[in-house]
């Protein structure tokens, strides 16, 4: 079956600029996670989603960055007016369920 | 103390070696580990759960310390192609909210 899809693989954009970033988790999978990975750095939690609800946005670095998910399904992670430091691949991973023992699936990954 | 710790590597080993890598984590609490592995430019995937009482898959073993609040993982008999940077993944409550990655130990296994 397809796993974790997400667009565009790579995107450049000029700073100030807005930027959508879209997953598409693998069917049946209630749980969405956006991580983010600077070069040579360890993952960074951005946001998580249950169903269309985002009961952890902790991680979100400034109020630049925004997400959404409709019908439970694909996810959009919106960065406004971009800058220099929000260059980093942006990962979606999803999960079957929040046990805390479900694998993470992720996507490839979107090269900002 | 940070969250997660690795020590980042990189670890030369010939085929064949065994090699052992250990991470270390500051929440006594935490409630469930894995490791992961990632490829270069790519995205992690799960490699193994790490249980209680340790556990094995093939050539890789992972052993948990809760006491000296450490897991590590074990792989015998490397291949060329475990070549790759494993990543400790430590839970510290219920759900996946706060999942911790720590910044993984790269691996490389020449012939």
């Known amino acids: 079956g397809a796993g974790v899809s997400q667009s565009p693989s790579n995107k450049v954009t000029e700073k100030g600029k807005d930027v959508e970033l879209r997953c598409d988790p693998i069917s049946g999978h209630t749980a969405l996670y956006w991580y983010r990975q600077s070069l040579g750095q360890g993952l960074e939690f951005l946001i998580y989603f249950q169903g269309n609800s985002a009961p952890d946005k902790s991680g979100l670095p400034s109020d630049r960055f925004s997400a959404e998910r409709t019908g439970g399904s694909v996810s959009t992670l919106t960065i406004q007016r971009t800058q220099q430091e929000d260059s980093a691949v942006y990962l979606c991973?999803?999960?079957?369920?929040?046990?805390?023992?479900?694998?993470?699936?992720f996507g490839n990954g979107t090269r900002l | 103390r940070k969250e997660v710790e690795q020590d980042p590597g990189p670890f030369n080993v010939p085929e064949g070696a065994t090699v052992a890598f250990n991470c270390t984590y500051s929440n006594s609490a935490s409630q469930s580990f894995f490791w992961y592995r990632q490829d270069c430019r790519k995205e992690p995937k799960l490699l193994m759960s790490?249980?209680?009482s340790g556990n094995e898959d093939g050539r890789f073993t992972a052993q948990l310390n809760r006491a000296s609040q450490y897991i590590s993982l074990l792989i015998r008999d490397s291949k060329l192609s475990d070549s790759a940077t494993y990543l400790c993944?430590?839970?510290?409550?219920?759900?996946?909210?706060?999942?911790?990655f720590g910044k993984g130990t790269m691996l490389l296994v020449s012939p």
């Open positions: 993944v430590v839970n510290p409550g219920g759900g996946y909210s706060t999942l911790t």
């Open positions: 790490v249980y209680s």
């Open positions: 991973a999803s999960s079957p369920m929040t046990a805390s023992n479900s694998p993470l699936h």
